[in-house]
């Protein structure tokens, strides 16, 4: 909507009957949009006035509905299917809150078992693939592994792919549910894989009698034989910040795979293009980037040098602040918690206190209050996966493994929702006004900086050196 648009435009609201009236200043018509859950519904508005809504990043736009994760950032509030996200993190375990995110509902025993016995049951990868990781250079980004493996799997399992086994093939709930069983299971095996593959280490097959966090660690760390069982403080610590992890609305990787998933294509693509989303370093490399902020900061003695930095626009503070939350993100006092019990295990990890002083300087200081800069989940979650010895470019990994769930809940609920059709965005064009073709000969010589356009003269100076 362009620039005189806006201004030709106005708006009221009727909220006794639910609605939005918008009036077209250059003509005087008015058009009464619906309201429902503080939406408001533009479809009929481009049908009848013709005009569209501009809004770059998406950041006032809804185009799903959805009953998986609310949040409320002004109040700090996190709820999966309507259970704050504190009681999971306390009284759950990352199974049950898998199958709560996927089928809408905490699970019996009886469905626990089943469940949790599927998902471990697909923990392995078909040797191919595994033969195909070991094939990637030693230093490859583990990040770049996982996107690469998780789309080959598509290939490995064709009678999933509606390309060739048909459109409606996820219209069949058990064979789409033994894909959210498969991948579950095998992003711990994937990522398992990446991580030894990087250290020169062979691959350790899932083992029996493990669950979901404690197997992970196992085939991480596993080194010969005996019967190695990591810590079960670790374990735990892992398991509920995969539960912290495991969705968290619309965020960019997953509006990924729901607009991947619009295409029809294979589940195994979309999840490969989400993970991708994940690896940007705006989106999933944000703990990344408070470990690499707290290093180079160094000492509590340089936090006020710093905090003023930040304040002239000279230095980022990560991990404060959130596009969603204006409060105090509620993942995060958990994570604090779960870092004091690492730490135990671990040793205390030396940049606890420049996080834990920088945490006191900032939330005191008016600056960062009158702005609403908070610590989010990423502030201490590095310093917790650097404690348990994970590389920093290992990190978006670990919030994939668990993102996953997320991720197939929105897949399968998009699947379901009869108002799904294709993502299509639409553009605000302001390139050229149609004109004519002109051949080569009639275009004006222009200097492009373009190495290939100075060939020509660069042939002419070695002629004449010669």
Known sequence: MGENQHKQLSFSATSGNSTVTVTDNRTGKSFELDINNGT??????????????????????????????????????????GIPIEQLALKSNFMEV????????????????????????????????????????????????????????????PEANPA??????????????????????????????????????????????????????YMLDKMG???????????KAMDILFILHADHELNCSTAAMRHLTSSGVDVYTSVAA???????????????????????IGSVDNIPAFIEGVKNKKEKLMGF????????DPRATIVRRIAEDVFKITGKEELIEVASALEKHALSDPYFKKRNLYPNVD???????????????????????PRSVGWLSHWSEFLDDKENRIIRPRQNYVGATIHD?????GRPDAVTGDIRSNSSAESKRRDAGK
């Open 98 to 157: 898998s199958y709560l995110l996927i089928n809408g509902s905490l699970p019996s025993k009886t469905q626990l078992d089943y469940f949790g016995g599927r998902v471990m049951n697909h923990t392995y990868v078909h040797e191919d693939l595994k033969t195909m990781m070991g094939t990637f250079r030693y230093d490859s980004h583990p990040m770049g592994m996982m996107v690469s493996s998780m789309a080959a799997m598509s290939l490995t399992h």
């Open 437 to 441: 073709y002109t051949s080569i000969e």
């Open 225 to 235: 034989g005996g019967n190695y069982k990591p810590h079960p403080t670790l374990v």
């Open 40 to 81: 408001i519904d533009c479809r009929k508005f481009w049908g009848e006035a013709k005009i569209r809504l501009y809004d770059p990043g998406y950041m006032n736009t809804v185009n799903c509905t959805s009953k998986i994760t609310y949040i409320d950032g002004p109040k700090g509030i996190l709820l999966y299917r």
């Open 379 to 401: 502030f201490y979650s590095g310093l917790i996966y650097k404690a348990l010895g994970f590389p920093t470019d290992f990190f978006p990994v670990l919030f994939a493994i």
């Open 274 to 296: 989400a993970i991708g989303a994940l690896y940007g370093p705006r989106h999933g490399g944000a703990n990344e980037a408070v470990l690499r902020m707290l290093e180079k």
């Open 164 to 217: 060739l086994a048909g459109q409606g093939v996820y219209d069949n709930k058990r064979l789409r549910n033994k894909q959210i069983h498969r991948i579950i299971g095998t992003m711990p095996t994937l990522a398992a894989i990446a991580y030894r593959h990087r250290m020169g280490r062979p691959t350790v097959d899932p083992a029996e009698g493990l669950d979901y966090a404690e197997n992970f660690l």
């Open 321 to 328: 602040g959130h596009r969603v939350y204006k409060n105090y």
